[in-house]
């Protein structure tokens, strides 16, 4: 499963005239019984949604007026995300006879009002902004927002933008739908929301998410595969300038190549722009080839040393589970017997992990025949074949479990003569161009029944972070 939670707007998207209809109650009970997570993410004030709501137990968490207030409703915990209006600030509202009410942080009027609370932010010299949600007028502090809310819920939660399904009507919701993973527009969304949406649903409000729910979320959006191929990071560019990008949800990888012939650095493009959009990575490292990735801000860079797995693994799930930090795990301190059993007891940990949360969204695994030799071994039978977003990295891949090997659906390989004599996935009539690769170039090779199906040349964007070869201690 990769959509681990739905977020949702209440007025005009769960709820009409303030009430979520029973079915729609249903449709949202029937995704919590999936193992998903339920959010509400509202402008709502507070007071005023537990008036109107009294389900509100049927969602994990709460984030109301307009992301300034968090709300556990099991706990009935209020956790404030701003500052409360000043007196000046709304004794400046009173004398310009602008109508409005308070929540425990947001201003809220009405157009066209919009005007006086401008003037009077700016005669008070205040850090606020004007949010506008089709007529309401909402006066936040700066910085406030239910994108800035959605990231306070996340962390709570400990799950991913990646993995959440955002719903929503209202130009309040376009920040907030920008940052998940897939997002929805209910039919009576304004025009602006439903021309960025992935989907816009073909009924209004609550009937729009229950459409969303029973006809696609609950199958976790496999009939939206092909717009989820459609988000990609760039690896280079083709000779003829055009970039060459690799969909995140695409097949599992495989980087093969000669030693000295660049596949570190290929594999350190491909983390780094992961990194980049806030995708969580699991890198396992034998050899300690990829410990500058520590000056990357989101990744930790831990050594593990003889006996000590353990002790890392729950280290390692901890880290994980903040959803905004990524992992290498240094194994160049053991020996090779040591190396396997290491990555047996870390890989069961990061699959348990991946089960529930949806992350770590990539799991990489350089020297992949040290620790998946043929016979598959303690590491080879903790290995999930199942998985997506997995990337074997080996200069020996014929040295590797034969089961494991064939996950990858792609091969970038640094090294032509790894892929047309070693591996034999394609003749060397077949290698754009008919000279040898040159430094930092490399082959893009799609796979079809184990052979190759497209080829394509390029050169390897530059990293950010160097590389810096470790020799191996076993």
Same mark, same amino acid.
């Given at each position: 499963?990769?959509f681990?939670?739905?977020a949702?707007?209440y007025?005009g998207?769960l709820a009409s ?9 249903a449709a =949202? #009970? $029937?995704?919590?019984? +999936? ?5 509400l @993410?509202?402008?709502?004030q507070? &007071? /005023?949604l537990?008036?109107?709501c ?5 969602f994990?968490l709460?984030?109301?007026?307009n992301?300034?207030?968090?709300f556990d409703?099991h706990a009935?915990?209020?956790?404030d995300?701003?500052?409360?209006p000043s007196?000046?600030?709304l004794?400046?509202l009173a004398?310009?006879g602008?109508?409005?009410?308070t929540?425990?942080i947001i ?9 006086q ?7 008070l010299?205040l850090?606020?902004?004007?949010v506008?949600?089709k007529?309401?007028?909402?006066v936040?502090?700066s910085g406030v927002?239910?994108e800035?809310?959605?990231r306070?819920a =996340? #962390? $709570?939660l400990g799950? +991913?933008r990646?993995n959440?399904v955002? @719903?929503g009507?209202?130009?309040? &919701? /376009?920040a907030?739908?920008a940052r998940t ?8 969304a304004v025009?602006a929301l ?11 409000d609550g009937a ?7 006809g696609?979320l ?8 092909p717009r989820?191929?459609?988000?990609t990071i760039p690896?280079?560019a083709a000779?003829d ?6 969909p995140?949800r695409?097949p ?5 190549g000669?030693s000295?012939?660049?596949k570190?650095?290929l594999t350190?493009?491909l ?7 806030d995708?969580?990575v699991?890198?396992?490292?034998p050899?300690?080839?990829y410990?500058?990735l520590a000056?990357h801000e989101g990744?930790v860079v ?6 000590s797995e ?5 280290e ?7 959803r905004s930090?990524?992992?290498v795990i ?9 190396k396997i059993?290491a ?5 069961h940990?990061v699959?348990?992990?991946r089960?529930q949360t949806g992350?770590?969204h990539?799991v990489?695994?350089?020297?992949a025949h040290h620790?998946?030799p043929?016979?598959r071994g303690?590491?080879g ?5 199942e998985?997506?977003g997995?990337c074997?990295v080996?200069?020996?891949p014929e040295?590797v ?10 091969v ?8 047309t ?7 060397r ?7 040898p690769l040159?430094t930092g170039?490399a082959?893009?090779i799609?796979l079809g029944?184990?052979a190759a199906?497209r080829v394509?040349r390029f050169r ?15």
């Open positions: 499963m990769w681990h939670l739905l949702a707007d007025d998207t005239d303030g009430r979520i209809a029973p079915d729609t109650l =949202l #009970r $029937r995704v919590r019984e +999936s193992g998903r997570r339920v959010l @993410v509202t402008g709502r507070l &007071d /005023d537990l008036r109107v009294p389900e509100i137990e049927i994990d709460v984030v109301a007026e992301g300034a207030v968090l409703p009935r915990h209020v956790e995300l701003g500052d409360p007196t000046a600030f004794a400046g004398q310009l602008v109508p409005f009410s929540g425990r201003v809220s009027t009405v157009v066209p009002y919009e005007r609370v401008l003037a009077t932010i700016r005669s010299g850090e606020l902004q004007i506008f949600n007529e309401s007028v909402m936040l502090p927002s239910k800035s809310g959605l306070a =996340l #962390r $709570r799950l +991913s990646h959440t955002g @719903v009507d209202a130009e309040n &919701d /376009d907030f739908l993973g897939f997002a929805v527009a209910v039919a009576n025009p439903a021309a960025c949406a992935d989907l816009v649903t073909t009924v209004p729009g998410v229950r459409e969303l729910i029973d696609s609950l199958a976790d959006l496999v009939a939206f595969r989820l191929l459609e988000r690896l280079g000779e300038g055009h970039e060459v990008r690799y995140i695409g599992n990888l495989l980087i093969t000669d000295g012939t660049g570190c650095t350190g493009v983390v780094e722009h992961l990194l980049h959009q995708y969580v699991w890198l396992l490292d050899e300690g080839d410990r500058t000056d990744i831990l050594s593990s040393a003889p006996g353990a002790t890392r693994a729950g390692v799930e901890r880290l994980l589970r903040h930090t990524s992992v240094d194994l160049s301190g053991l020996d090779r017997e040591e059993r990555t047996a007891r870390f890989l940990g699959q348990r992990l089960t992350a770590p990539w990489l695994v350089d020297q620790v998946f043929p016979g303690q590491a039978e903790g290995f999930d074949f998985w997506s997995v074997l080996t200069g020996e040295s479990a034969p089961e494991v090997l064939d996950v990858a659906g792609h970038l390989s640094t090294s032509i003569e790894v892929v004599e070693r591996l034999r996935l394609l003749g009539a077949d290698v754009p161009g008919g000279v040159g170039e082959l893009s799609t029944d184990g199906r394509e390897v964007a530059p990293r950010t972070t160097t590389h810096t070869p470790v020799a191996s201690a076993g």
